[in-house]
């Protein structure tokens, strides 16, 4: 999982509470992603980051929010959990190899919205 | 402009046969098609990825064929195996980073034994 772990690896929440997930990579890697996976959608990106507090919104961001105040750590933050937010999340990190800039995914997250 | 359209949805072949799953796209920009492959419970591992300068690459028993005029791109496996058993999504982007991956919608496949 090229050095990424995510946590929790599964959560069940209420509707309206709170929800943080944590990503958190060992190698330094300066661009980090959120994902969201759903049966029918593939995968799509919310938020990603490239570098330290420098972050920027992706293509289903509404709803989420990101902190990336550590290399090595980028946070994926729903400030009111929706049903709709029920889905797998993937962090993801860039890691350029054999000249292309490639992406590499960490385990999930599964996350319930009840 | 930003969709990839794969196909089909589910694939199930016997061992030892050539599985095919198609992809295209829309936006001329993207020069970086990846494949991924994702067990039940896992996340997406990099299969084989391929640039617009070739039109063919073989990694093992994986090859990526890649129709640049027709904006099409597909994976053969080949010799299959029931461990190739596995979800296996395309995706497509301008290969710089801080780019998304526009990904397919995944092709389930099953390899009978």
């Known amino acids: 999982d090229a050095g990424i772990t995510q946590s929790p690896r599964h959560k069940v929440t209420e509707t309206g509470t709170p929800v943080t997930l944590r990503c958190h990579q060992t190698?330094?890697?300066?661009?980090m992603y959120w994902y969201r996976q759903d049966p029918g959608h593939g995968l799509r990106l919310i938020h990603y980051?490239?570098?330290?507090?420098?972050?920027d919104k992706g293509e289903v961001s509404d709803g989420y929010s990101v902190s990336r105040s550590k290399t090595e750590d980028f946070l994926l933050t729903l400030e009111s959990a929706t049903s709709s937010q029920t889905s797998v999340y993937f962090c993801?990190?860039?890691?350029?190899?054999?000249?292309?800039?490639?992406?590499?995914f960490g385990p999930g997250t599964r996350l319930t919205v009840l | 402009q930003q969709q990839v359209k794969q196909s089909p949805q589910s694939l199930i072949v016997q061992k030892g046969g050539i599985p095919i799953i198609n992809c295209a796209y829309e936006?001329?920009?993207?020069?970086?098609f990846p494949w991924y492959q994702q067990f039940p419970g896992k996340g997406p591992a990099l299969l084989i990825a391929?640039?617009?300068?070739?039109s063919e690459k073989k990694e093992g028993r994986f090859t990526i064929s890649f129709n640049k005029s027709a904006k099409q791109f597909s994976l053969h496996i080949m010799d299959s195996q029931p461990g190739d058993s596995a979800t296996y999504f395309c995706?497509?982007?301008?290969?710089?980073?801080?780019?998304?991956?526009?990904f397919g919608k995944g092709t389930t496949l099953s390899v009978s034994s």
């Open positions: 993801a990190i860039s890691a350029k190899t054999s000249g292309s800039d490639e992406q590499f």
């Open positions: 190698e330094n890697h300066r661009y």
């Open positions: 980051s490239y570098g330290v507090k420098d972050t």
């Open positions: 995706a497509a982007s301008r290969n710089q980073a801080g780019t998304a991956l526009i």
């Open positions: 391929i640039r617009p300068d070739v």
């Open positions: 936006n001329t920009a993207f020069d970086y």
